[in-house]
């Protein structure tokens, strides 16, 4: 039976997200969030650019354009304004032996043409309105947006309570009921709770094997140059540069483990000499003028898949580890424990889809998604392959097999 309420923790876009897609389907979702505004981690950027990294017809790649799509889709739906989504598209640039075969591969894949296109050097910078020095991948459709925006629009549900400045410290479960805390005081009760409170997640006093990682991300933001203003779309290489909103560019990312959430002038070069390695002349034009940056860390698993569905109980689990053919239902779950995280580098793509799969889950309905796909994002994976479970992990999917 489809419950009644939700408890979410964590507002940026994986929470807003599935904020949305319980309260769509008649369930009243309360929202909790430690900072007075939401989007304030890493959904937080002034831009998030919305596209697919794809490698060829892997399930990976299947993922990924899956998700792309749901995005498209849900912010048509919400019709966002213009000053909020500009889908200028973006070129992926064959910068290196690798990549312009990855790219090369992508293009010639049955279908491919329906959202992307091959274009060489010349029609790649026609296409960019700038100077590149590499053939790219163009994706029409893609394009960047406001974080902030999005979150706000997907949060503006009758079935939907905001509460901010509200850092929950611990998830207890007593019975059937969750009761969460906020300091020493249980502040709600709920028999749903879903976890989209990224890195944090691990830290809420649950027996849980998320073994997720911070990875630390500083982008530059950059002040337009008379000849930048002539960028059309987003280019990305091992970095990516946005045409500018509000007169700012925003050029990315760096990557490291750093815990620090400190602006480093090492990180803008390091950005601006991603730049420079594949379009000189706008370089050129702008290393004078980074106006200063944003630090935030990613949330990521080992294998780079979100962490989405029911979760297991990781000290029962341990203590008593069930057999390779073990049937679902007997497995120790924290029952209407769910988590939708670790979103890495690309949450506006996964998040979405995530949260939609989530809801079908929890108001058992057929997931969008095939089983395949399914299985990749079991958020137990890990632990039960610790355990050298990986075919009942990869049999797993989401956990919809509980409740068949
Ligand atoms: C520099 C950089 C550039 C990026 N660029 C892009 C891009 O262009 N396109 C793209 O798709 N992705 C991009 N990403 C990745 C994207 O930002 C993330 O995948 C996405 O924002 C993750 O969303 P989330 O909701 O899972 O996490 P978050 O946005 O971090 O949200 C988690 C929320 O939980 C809250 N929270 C944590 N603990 C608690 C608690 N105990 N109680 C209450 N609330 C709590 C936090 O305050 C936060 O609001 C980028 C990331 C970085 C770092």
């Not at 990294?53 to 998700?67: E, V």
């Not at 910068?95 to 990855?102: G, V």
């Not at 974080?147 to 410290?169: D, F, G, M, W, Y």
């Not at 709600?188 to 849980?208: D, F, P, R, Y």
Request: net charge neutral.
């Amino acid at each position: 039976m489809q419950p009644k309420t939700a408890i979410i923790i964590g507002a940026g876009i994986a929470g807003c997200s599935s904020a949305y897609a319980l309260a769509q389907r008649g369930i009243k979702v309360t929202l909790l969030e430690r900072h007075e505004q939401i989007a304030d981690e890493a959904s937080g950027n002034p831009q998030a650019m919305l596209y697919p990294r794809l490698s060829g017809d892997d399930t990976a790649s299947q993922f990924a354009l899956a998700g792309y799509v749901y995005s498209l889709d849900l912010i048509a739906k919400l019709a966002l304004d213009q000053a909020d989504f500009h889908a200028c598209g973006m070129l992926q640039l064959g910068f290196n032996d690798r990549e312009l075969a990855r790219i090369e591969k992508v293009a010639a894949l049955a279908g491919a043409a329906d959202y992307l296109q091959l274009l060489d050097q010349a029609e790649a910078s026609q296409k960019a309105g700038i100077a590149l020095l590499h053939p790219a991948l163009h994706f029409p459709q893609a394009a960047w947006l406001k974080p902030k925006a999005l979150c706000q629009r997907l949060l503006s549900h009758e079935n939907i309570v905001l509460k901010t400045s509200i850092n929950v410290s611990k998830v207890l479960k007593s019975k059937d009921v969750f009761e969460i805390y906020s300091g020493d005081n249980c502040i709600e009760k709920s028999e749903i709770v879903i976890l989209t409170n990224a890195n944090q997640a691990q830290h809420l006093g649950l027996n849980l094997h998320l073994k997720t990682q911070a990875v630390r991300g500083q982008l530059s933001l950059v002040r337009a140059s008379a000849a930048s203003l002539r960028l059309q779309s987003i280019v990305c290489s091992d970095g990516y540069l946005s045409p500018a909103s509000d007169g700012l560019h925003s050029l990315g990312a760096s990557f490291s483990s750093d815990p620090s959430t400190a602006i480093d002038a090492l990180d803008h070069q390091s950005n601006l000499s991603k730049l420079n390695s594949y379009a000189e002349t706008l370089y050129d034009s702008l290393k004078h003028k980074v106006q200063g940056g944003r630090v935030s860390f990613r949330c990521s698993s080992a294998d780079y898949f979100p962490l989405l569905g029911e979760l297991l109980d990781h000290q029962a689990l341990s203590a008593r580890p069930p057999r390779p053919n073990a049937n679902a239902a007997t497995l120790p779950w924290v029952k209407g424990l769910y988590s939708n995280l670790a979103h890495g580098s690309r949450g506006f793509t996964s998040a979405p889809l995530c949260a939609e799969i989530l809801a079908s889950l929890i108001c058992q309905e057929d997931l969008p998604i095939s089983h395949a796909l399914a299985s990749l994002l079991n958020p137990n994976r890990f632990i039960l392959r610790q355990l050298g479970l990986k075919k009942l992990a990869r049999s797993l999917a989401t956990s919809t097999d509980r409740h068949e």
